[in-house]
């Protein structure tokens, strides 16, 4: 099946621009989404369907795609944003669930 | 509110059989597909296996086909998933999960607390 591809971590400044990736050849030709897990917690749902935002999260958690990547795009950084961010998606060739290896946002 | 209580993790020795129940509460349970996801210890998440939401189309990743088996009973707002021969690499904490897009398999909308499943020796 196909795999998706996440950097390990990104770091980014209080009140910036965070962008999380998702990189692989089934990117584009399904839909992607993407979760949030705070240390002990259970992961949440930010985005699903590459840009569709959940009711009760904030406008500025937002999703694209292009090619074969997809992109999660978090403004104004806040310190509660700190979390590991796992974009996901269904393989219909295989049916499978594929989830990236995950992304641990740093806010320094 | 949408809830989902996992049970019946343990602690269990390599070759043996665990069965996980998960609990669902404040929606219509019948209508919708459900998945179980695990979490090894400090690793990131694997989905393990869906079932549709009539039971007619179950879906396994690789490494538990033959070994797994997810059920659902509807009288009971209950899905559960049967582990036999269960590996060290088993060891995870398995969630369930609600399936979020209609009449097809996307993503997951609702997730359950968790239940820990260690397998040693």
């Known amino acids: 099946s196909h795999g998706l591809t996440q950097a390990p971590s990104v770091s980014v400044a209080p009140g910036k621009t965070a962008n999380i990736s998702c990189g692989g050849d089934i990117v584009g030709h399904t839909g992607v989404h993407w979760y949030q897990q705070k240390p002990g917690q259970v992961p949440v749902l930010v985005i699903f369907?590459?840009?569709d935002r959940p009711s009760g999260i904030p406008e500025r958690f937002s999703g694209s795609s292009s090619g074969d990547t997809a992109t999660l795009t978090i403004t104004r950084v806040e310190d509660g944003d700190e979390a590991v961010y796992y974009c996901q998606v269904w393989d219909s060739r295989f049916h499978h669930v594929v989830f990236g290896g995950g992304t641990k946002l740093t806010v320094l | 509110q949408v809830q989902l209580v996992e049970s019946g993790g343990g602690v269990v020795q390599p070759g043996s059989s665990l069965r996980l129940s998960c609990a669902a509460s404040?929606?219509?349970?019948?209508?919708?597909?459900m998945h179980w996801v695990r979490q090894a210890p400090g690793k990131g998440l694997e989905w393990v296996a869906v079932t549709s939401y009539d039971g007619s189309s179950k879906y396994y990743i690789d490494s538990v086909k033959g070994r797994f088996t997810i059920s659902r009973d509807d009288s009971k707002n209950t899905l559960f998933l049967h582990m036999d021969s269960l590996r060290a690499e088993d060891t995870a904490v398995y969630f369930c999960?609600?399936?979020?897009?209609?009449?097809?398999?996307?993503?997951?909308?609702?997730w359950g607390q968790g239940s820990l499943v260690t397998v040693s020796s």
């Open positions: 404040g929606f219509i349970f019948s209508n919708y597909a």
């Open positions: 369907f590459d840009s």
């Open positions: 999960a609600r399936e979020g897009a209609d009449g097809d398999f996307e993503f997951f909308d609702y």
